[in-house]
């Protein structure tokens, strides 16, 4: 992983359909080797995400703390 960020994958849009496969695919392959999150805009849906790719995997996922980020043009 590249020096100075805090996860190797981010997921972004984890929410959505899309999202919700790549997140799910993420944790089945992930088996704690790296530390990865998702992102979006809704933090309640965000952590259904994770309750599901909870199940998925067998262990439970959380959101560890809160990120803003803001478009800059």
Not at 21 to 36: D, L, Y
Not at 40 to 66: D, H, M, P, T
């Amino acid at each position: 992983m590249a020096e100075g960020r805090q996860y190797a994958i981010v997921v972004f849009g984890a929410s959505g359909f899309t999202g919700k496969f790549v997140a799910n695919e993420v944790a089945k392959n992930s088996k704690g080797n790296f530390k990865w999150a998702v992102a979006g805009r809704n933090k309640e849906k965000l952590q259904q995400v994770l309750a599901a790719a909870s199940k998925e995997v067998g262990s439970y996922l959380q959101i560890l703390s809160n990120f803003t980020l803001f478009d800059i043009d």
